[in-house]
Structures are given as C-alpha cells and as structure tokens.
C-alpha cells in the first residue's frame, strides 16, 4: 500500500492505519468462517470478529504508550486525566456483519483535548479506506490508490442526499426526514454514512438517538470536518470526546456543512 499523501503526519497516522488494516483482515478472516455471537448486557450483539478486532488494534496502539477507549472494553476512567487518548470501534456495525451486508467498519481516532487530530474508517470488505489528520485533509483510499476527499456544495435542504440507519431508524427521524421535504434517502450500515457524505456522495445524516457512544462518531468527526462538512449535536452543540459520560444524549447530525444549521432549526421547532 503506498503512503498517504500527507506531508505533515504525526506518528500516530500510519501505525492507526495499519491497525485499521490488520483489525479489517482479522475480521474478514472470521466473516468467511462461523463464528459465535452473543449479547453484551445492553442487549447489543458481539462476535467473535469484535473481539479478536479489539486484540488486533489494542496490540498495534499499545506500542505509541496513549490510552485506549474502546467499545469491547471496561472502561477505565483514569483516561480523564489524559490529554490524549485513543478512541476506538473495533467493529462498527456488529449487526451487519451478521447480517453480512458488507457493511461494517473498523474506527480508529485520537483524542488531544477533548478534539479528534486523527480519523481512521476502514472499510474491510471493500479494501477501503477513509482517514483525516487535523489541518491536513481528508483521504480515501480505494482501488489502491489514494485521492483527496470533500464535500458537496449543495445548500438546500430537500435536494440533499441523505443517509440514516439500517437497523435502528426511529419513526421520529423518519418523519422528520419527511417534514424537510427530503425524497433521495437511503439506509446504510455503520460509519460508511459518514464516509458518504465526506466523499460527496450524499449531504446529510440524521440520528435522534440517545443510544450513540463517543466511539461511534469519533473517527468519523475528524474525517468530516476535514473533508469540509459539520459535526454536531441534532441541537447544534459542538461534540467533545473523552468525557466521563460516553453517550451522545442529543443524536448525531452530520452534513456538508451548508445545510447543517437549517437541519437543526427544523430540528429546534419539534422540541
């Protein structure tokens, strides 16, 4: 695989891309077998593809000394007292998986005060890559090769392309969706949504959950915002990560950034 074309990286780029990478093939090495599933007490699923990913990552990321929040862990809140920390997913869209859809991601990011400086997607099933470093640009690598990534410049509301979940879109967002007069929707898996929409292939994605954790969108929120687009609450507050509370309580949205704030005016009125 050549280097990404990032001038400036900070060492932690290419050994959270190789994690990326090797978690990725350790996953599909399981997806082609049988493996176990069980529940995890919040009634999520758990494979055993999430937990040999987790090995994989924690193995690579344990080498650069940081802290490591991930979903298949306990959570050690002495991370508080450190400015950076990793954050990670070792499988984002355990129920695609086991639906085999394909579409399940691995997320990578890096914490430095409460802000992602660093943003790996990778897409195992489709030999993808989306990854971001803080004022450095947002890149896909596909087909073997790397390109630069942005978004979209369409600023109306109805016109946007947009994106919400396969497994766990709510009749609130549906209508609301709906009431923005949005006809082009689709539901993907996992973080792709993200990736999506910082390629320019869609404008918006909307979650009103409470349920979504700091793992969940902490890759995807370098990555967006250094394709050009906007990650906040479903209210507009800006989100931070390595908090004591994991739970986003406000939903997700994410968007192009030009019909980000009139999303959340549509959004304010239901309140």
């Known amino acids: 695989m050549k280097d990404i074309p990032i001038s400036d990286k900070i060492p932690e780029l290419d050994i959270a891309i190789k994690a990326a990478i090797e978690a990725g093939n350790a996953i599909l090495e399981i997806y082609q077998k049988d493996y176990k599933t069980s529940t995890k007490n919040d009634n999520s699923p758990i494979t055993d593809a999430d937990l040999k990913s987790n090995e994989v990552i924690k193995e690579i990321l344990s080498q650069t000394?940081?802290?490591?929040?991930?979903?298949e862990d306990k959570d050690d809140l002495d991370r508080l007292s450190q400015e950076i920390i990793w954050i990670v997913d070792p499988l984002d869209g355990t129920s695609d998986f086991i639906d085999k859809t394909g579409?399940?991601?691995v997320m990578i990011s890096l914490i430095k005060n409460k802000k992602p400086i660093l943003g790996v997607?990778?897409?195992?099933?489709?030999?993808?890559?989306f990854v971001a470093?803080?004022?450095?640009?947002?890149?896909?690598?596909?087909?073997?090769?790397?390109?630069?990534?942005?978004?979209?410049?369409?600023?109306?509301?109805?016109?946007?392309?947009?994106?919400?979940?396969?497994h766990h879109l709510s009749d609130k967002e549906?209508?609301?969706?709906?009431?923005?007069?949005?006809?082009?929707?689709?539901?993907i898996g996992s973080s792709l949504k993200v990736g999506m929409i910082s390629s320019g292939e869609a404008e918006a994605y909307?979650?009103?959950?409470?349920?979504?954790?700091?793992?969940d969108s902490a890759a995807s929120y370098c990555?967006?915002?250094?394709?050009?687009?906007?990650?906040?609450?479903?209210?507009?507050?800006?989100i931070t990560y390595n908090n004591k509370d994991v739970y986003h309580q406000n939903g997700i949205l994410v968007t192009n950034g030009l019909v980000h704030n009139k999303i959340v005016e549509e959004f304010k009125k239901l309140k």
Do not use: C, Y
């Open 121 to 129: 997607i990778g897409w195992p099933t489709e030999n993808t890559l």
């Open 223 to 238: 990555i967006i915002s250094e394709a050009g687009g906007k990650m906040t609450d479903m209210l507009g507050n800006d």
């Open 65 to 71: 000394k940081h802290w490591i929040l991930s979903e």
């Open 174 to 187: 549906k209508s609301f969706i709906k009431k923005l007069g949005i006809e082009d929707f689709t539901s």
């Open 103 to 105: 579409e399940f991601t």
């Open 133 to 166: 470093q803080k004022g450095s640009g947002a890149f896909r690598f596909s087909n073997e090769k790397w390109e630069k990534i942005s978004v979209t410049k369409i600023s109306e509301v109805p016109k946007s392309r947009t994106v919400g979940s396969r």
């Open 206 to 215: 909307i979650t009103t959950t409470n349920k979504m954790k700091e793992w």
